[in-house]
């Protein structure tokens, strides 16, 4: 299986992230991604900003670690993970997960685990600026079920 | 021993990180966490007195009791809110 | 809700697709995609072409009516559906389906959910070439128990 | 009435579809079937006996005991490929 993981401050293109699973292996027969973006609005508050900070070399690691359980349970034949660091403004991609296999269900279920993963277990975390105030955001227990049921 | 501060806690205590020297009474997390709430004092101790509260050894998640040695890179951080 | 269904012969750019789904509505949060390719192998049979065939009108019909399901079961903010037929071969984007919505579980679901309907709904038909011989593709059973997991 | 044909049931019958003229014999799917496969003879029968044959009045998925009237469109077909 063929895997890219990068913590990046770049924006990054869906079509050459799905171009480089595509082309990997001629056996592809379906690519599933996930796309997070910076919403504008965040429980009521206009959002102006988002600052992400991360752990270098441990978040790459937890990832290449949740990529490792993924390929335990589905049979993958590439799995991409971009996650940008810095500052973002609404609209702006967050996160990228790009995940082939030869058959459809393989390549969805695995890309959903990867990114109930990431929001548990990938040691990143986002301080939001509205017009009021700034604020790290605390993490959600409807995050840690999602996960908790793979 | 180098010590690492993430995201609130880093901001909190206004610093990114600290160099601890590793002795009897640094034999531990729990024991560093003691040792740098009475170096420091305030906020020390209310921050890393927080249940939420995540320590990493060596970029592995750890627990209190999780023993530590010279050459350990630690960090402390809150739940992480990534994706 | 937003939403697009197109069946050409053209190909489609993931690219385009998806900045559609992300400038449509400013509270998309993520979006979660499947695009289908034509695999190298089939039961391993070495796959030279394949000649999809649909039914003008149904087709497009039945793909809204299966969006209009899944808008009932998910908040959802865009959806956009591409199929392509005529003559394509390994390697080739078959089908495009696209899905944001503010939280990424809706988009996941309501992506996989319209997959699975249009494997068993949409009025397609796949004929498979290879060097031995030229057939009409039969139905599989296993699509017919993904769609009926919903 | 306009009968189409769709995929391996066009290809066997070597044509896309047929204008048949509505009558008191085709007042329903079953009975156009039984019709077309009278005035065609084989392979009419066999593949339009076929139990996973799918039937459309108006592209909408329709029983056998449907009725049918001078304006619909009538389509036979496989079970679907496609994705």
Redesign the interface.
Known sequence: MKRFVSIQTEDFSIELETNQLRTATPEVGGIATFT?LVSDLNRDQKIESLL????P???E?QLEQIIDQAQLRWNLLGVRVI?RVGLLHPRDQ??FVGVSSRHRKECFEACQFI?DY??????????ESSQEKSE?????ES?RIEQQKW | MQV?Y???I??QFDIEGEQIECTADTANVQALIDFLCEIHGEPWGKVLGDP?LLV?VN??LASLDAPLSASDEI?F???????
Do not use: C
């Not at chain 1, 790290?136 to 959600?140: I, K, V």
């Not at chain 2, 951080?77 to 994706?83: A, D, E, H, Q, S």
């Open positions: 997070g992400l900070e991360h752990y070399g441990m978040t690691k996650h967050i996160v990114m990431l929001k548990t277990q990938a040691t990143i975390w986002k301080k790290w955001l605390s993490a959600r995050d | 690492l993430f995201a609130s880093r901001e939420n990493s970029q592995e960090a951080f809150p739940p992480v809110t990534g994706g």
